[in-house]
């Protein structure tokens, strides 16, 4: 098993990274050239090993300011390269990484109440959606999120002793989490057939989010 422990990846894309980083810096194109050269920085390079080694990526990280944190979002700004991991016409349907699964493993601080469609905090699906479809656009079949909400620092007394006790059996559910993993429920996306030469989503197709729907719609279809 390989792992990553990004507080120790610098996430921030910048022309220092690269030996000849073009002027001015295009990320795209400096990628791509350094992919080509076999020139991509060590610490990109060895994600990106990593990443063509696994079958299953999980990724392990708490919900923050309703989104997933800035470290996670700047991996895959660095690591998701171009001109490797994916290109104009390696994506979606046609992604480098058809047949694997990634899973999110996210915490939230808020109860699980306020977390759904109907929510004060807003639905946690949709907050991870960004990121779900990132890796949907390298190919991947991305599963539905494994949620523990009511997470943080603040519990006290008889609060704190029932958080950490669900906490502690959640880890233990870990194994069969692992066990299962093949039999997990996959989020849905749209085909590339679902949308038509200018990329908009076909009437007769259906919905599966507020992110992508048919504009006389509300996302009521999601699932």
Not at 43 to 52: H, I, R, T
Not at 64 to 79: I, S
Not at 138 to 152: A, I, K, N, R, T
Not at 174 to 197: C, E, H, K, S, T
Request: aromatic share 10%; hydrophobic share 45%.
């Amino acid at each position: 098993m390989l792992r990553s422990e990004l507080a120790a990846f610098d996430p921030v894309e910048r022309a220092g990274h690269y030996a000849e980083p073009g002027a001015p810096f295009d990320v795209l194109k400096a990628q791509e050239a350094a992919s080509a050269a076999n020139g991509l920085p060590a610490d990109v390079a060895a994600e990106v090993a990593k990443l063509e080694a696994a079958d299953r990526v999980i990724f392990h990280f708490p919900l923050w300011w309703f989104a997933p944190p800035a470290m996670l979002k700047g991996w895959f700004e660095r690591a998701l390269v171009h001109g490797r991991t994916h290109d104009v016409d390696n994506r979606f349907d046609t992604g480098r990484y058809q047949g694997r699964k990634a899973l999110f493993c996210v915490t939230t601080g808020a109860k699980a109440s306020e977390s759904g469609p109907d929510g004060k905090e807003g639905d946690t699906r949709l907050h991870l959606w960004p990121a779900a479809y990132t890796l949907r656009y390298l190919g991947f079949d991305v599963l539905e999120p494994v949620l523990v909400h009511g997470v943080h620092g603040y519990h006290r007394g008889a609060r704190k002793l029932e958080l950490e006790a669900r906490l502690r059996r959640v880890l233990a559910g870990q194994a069969a989490v692992i066990a299962g993993f093949d039999d997990l429920p996959v989020m849905r996306f749209n085909a590339d057939a679902d949308f038509d030469a200018e990329g908009r989503l076909r009437a007769d197709r259906e919905s599966f989010s507020a992110f992508i729907s048919h504009p006389d719609g509300d996302g009521s279809k999601a699932s």
